[in-house]
């Protein structure tokens, strides 16, 4: 045995008995779950708390800072902030698909010869769902920090020229 096959069968629990091996997968998805949660919500406080902490010295310094910097700054955050709440509508659009599915599953009175069917169903067709999700993601993180970077680079450049500019004048 190889030692991803051991690794696989540790995570997966594949060498358990049914009952224990679903409760170990369970438990394996809630500890990753609960892991992705905090660190998306994490990462969502500190965008958030940047792009608030930009516009408010963009605003501050708009008076001293040359026209064309605050506009090229602010166009590159702007579309970066654009991404970013796209983003986040489409997660929502995403968890509100996922959770009708479920939902739908549940609001069939009694218990139905197929709801174990229908019901891995439907977590099969979230887990496929959460893997485009995933794969676009890099698509629109990378622009987004590239240009929220570029604008906040460009922010603080300008403010340095002007800096300088005004204590050798």
């Known amino acids: 045995m190889e030692s991803s096959d051991l690794n696989f069968n540790i995570v997966t629990g594949t060498d358990l008995d049914d ?14 779950a609960a892991t992705f949660k905090g660190a998306q ?32 700054s602010g166009t590159c955050i702007g579309l970066s902030l654009i991404l970013f709440i796209g983003w986040e509508l489409f997660g929502i659009r995403h968890r509100m698909k996922s959770g009708t599915r479920f939902a739908d599953v549940l ?3 009694g218990y139905p010869e ?19 999700y995933l794969r676009i993601w890099p698509w629109v993180f990378a622009p987004a920090v590239v240009l929220g970077l570029t604008g906040a680079v460009m922010l603080t450049v300008s403010a340095a020229i002007t800096f300088l500019s005004k204590i050798t004048h």
């Open 107 to 109: 609001k069939i009175e």
């Open 114 to 132: 197929d709801f174990e069917d229908r019901w891995d169903k439907v977590v099969a067709q979230n887990g496929r769902d959460s893997f485009w």
């Open 19 to 32: 009952e224990r091996r679903a409760r170990h997968l369970d438990r394996v998805v809630a500890a990753n």
């Open 41 to 72: 919500d994490y990462t969502n406080f500190i965008i958030v708390g940047g792009y608030a902490a930009f516009f408010a010295l963009w605003s501050g310094m708009a008076k001293d800072i040359p026209a064309l910097w605050r506009l090229g």
